[in-house]
């Protein structure tokens, strides 16, 4: 698993298919084998949607 953004491999796992960039500061919810939702967390939890352009590779 790495971040679709950075590619850092440094990400926690935060739930069931939900992972968290610290490098990013953005959960990166896993929809299937090759497709990712990524959020920018705000300050009071809410996640707010954020458009990553996918690799196909
Ligand atoms: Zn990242």
């Known amino acids: 698993m790495q971040c679709p953004l950075c590619h850092t491999i440094d990400i926690g796992k935060i739930g069931t298919n939900r992972y968290y ?4 500061l ?5 929809v299937s084998r090759r ?5 920018y967390v705000e ?4 996640l707010v949607p954020v458009a990553v352009e996918q690799k196909s590779s």
């Open 21 to 24: 960039c610290w490098h990013c």
């Open 35 to 39: 497709e990712t939702k990524m959020f």
């Open 26 to 30: 953005m959960e990166i919810c896993l």
């Open 43 to 46: 300050p009071d939890g809410s």
